[in-house]
């Protein structure tokens, strides 16, 4: 099994910066895309950032410009660089991993979630 370890979450005022992580570990033979997702209460899940198999990098409008997303091959690590946070920026962000395991078994993750919360 491929286990996602999520931190970096917590409480922080407008302007304010977070930057979160998403460890991935098991026997991982390929990873082909990696993103980032947030849930706000009573909203729908969405995408927030991402890399695809490419290793392009995708931004939901909102945060262009203010986060960035970022890998660590070596860790099978990826960060999200929040800055210039805003109120609606808060929610549950959730770390999403797809790839090969051993075996060469498809796989697919997610994090457990982190809270950011951001006070106006």
């Known amino acids: 099994q491929v286990q996602l370890v999520e931190s970096g979450g917590g409480l922080v005022q407008a302007g304010g910066s977070l930057r979160l992580s998403c460890a991935a570990s098991g026997n991982i033979l390929q990873i082909n895309a990696m993103a980032w997702y947030r849930q706000a209460p009573g909203k729908q899940r969405e995408l927030v950032a991402g890399?695809?198999?490419?290793?392009?990098?995708n931004y939901v409008e909102s945060v262009k410009g203010r986060f960035t997303i970022s890998r660590d091959n070596a860790k099978n690590t990826m960060y999200l660089q929040m800055n210039s946070l805003r109120p609606e920026d808060t929610a549950v962000y959730y770390c999403?991993?797809?790839?090969?395991?051993?075996?060469?078994?498809?796989?697919?993750?997610w994090g457990q979630g982190t809270q950011v919360t951001v006070s106006s």
């Open positions: 999403n991993v797809n790839g090969i395991r051993a075996g060469w078994m498809t796989f697919g993750s």
């Open positions: 890399f695809t198999s490419g290793g392009s990098t």
